[in-house]
């Protein structure tokens, strides 16, 4: 995991963990996992762009 | 976008998901939560007048014997009549959403499952209503096994149903991040506002990394 996701996570944590209302705790323990699902879209979009970039059949 | 949330229960103060989804869509400013089994007899005209104001109806109620429980239907009885929502076509353009909760494991509902049958199949009539009166349905919002859920499963049900109450596309991913940062942007925490800019900017990478994907996809 990069350096920005564990940030993004952690924060989100403390968030959950400080929150005020149920809602939002719930709110910041959602939020961890669309940071993780973004990042790995994200992980998945880099990497099938390199693959067809470096393809040197479609050359 | 206004949204109308109908639920079917006939022992609404006993169901704790429906008193879970309840609380969840209390601080939404545009939509109302109708309890159908308070409201009977139906008034019909009102029933149809609060349906003609919504922008998305949603049909929310749990599986009894495989379907709705009676007021649902008693209710599509009497205001859904055809001079209503069949030949004037009024309700066209609006969505339809249903959010439909089950005490079984969800891979039940599956051919070969415990219970042989599809959610999809149970709930094919409410496509053919939607079809019917040009409503654009929204795939169904299911929830299995409230009881035995985790915190965290509940945390991710809160966050999934106002999507779905209030999100145009809700199934839709980027819809979803426009929804998360939208929330975020109305805090005022500074904390709070670098972690909204740094998924903006991941949001607007991961779309234009898209953007290039179907480009070289298109040169194929």
Known sequence: MDDTTEWLLKTAQTQAEQAKSYEEAAFFMALQTFIQTQAKRLEQAEGEVDGRTWDHERW | ?220
Do not use: C
């Open chain 2, 1 to 220: 976008m206004k949204t109308l949330v109908i639920v079917s229960h006939p022992e609404l103060s006993n169901s704790p998901t429906q008193q879970f989804l309840k609380a969840s869509a209390t601080p939404l400013a545009d939509v109302t939560w109708h309890h159908l089994d308070a409201a009977q007899p139906f008034a019909v005209a009102e029933e149809q007048a609060q349906l003609l104001k919504a922008d998305r109806i949603v049909l929310e109620f749990p599986l009894y014997w495989y379907a709705a429980p009676a007021s649902l239907h008693q209710w599509l009885a009497d205001v859904w009549t055809d001079e209503f929502a069949v030949r004037p076509q009024q309700l066209r353009g609006k969505s339809l959403g249903l959010v439909v909760n089950f005490s079984q494991p969800e891979k039940a509902y599956q051919l070969g499952g415990a219970e042989g049958v599809s959610i999809s199949e149970l709930l094919a009539p409410y496509a053919a209503l939607a079809r019917k009166t040009g409503l654009k349905l929204l795939a169904p919002l299911t929830i299995a096994q409230f009881a035995y859920q985790t915190e965290k499963q509940r945390a991710a049900l809160l966050v999934q149903y106002q999507q779905y109450l209030t999100v145009d596309q809700p199934q839709h991913f980027d819809a979803q991040a426009a929804w998360w940062l939208q929330q975020l942007a109305n805090s005022t925490d500074p904390t709070l506002t670098i972690l909204a800019d740094t998924l903006q900017q991941r949001q607007d990478r991961l779309e234009s990394l898209q953007q290039t994907l179907a480009e070289l996809k298109q040169g194929d």
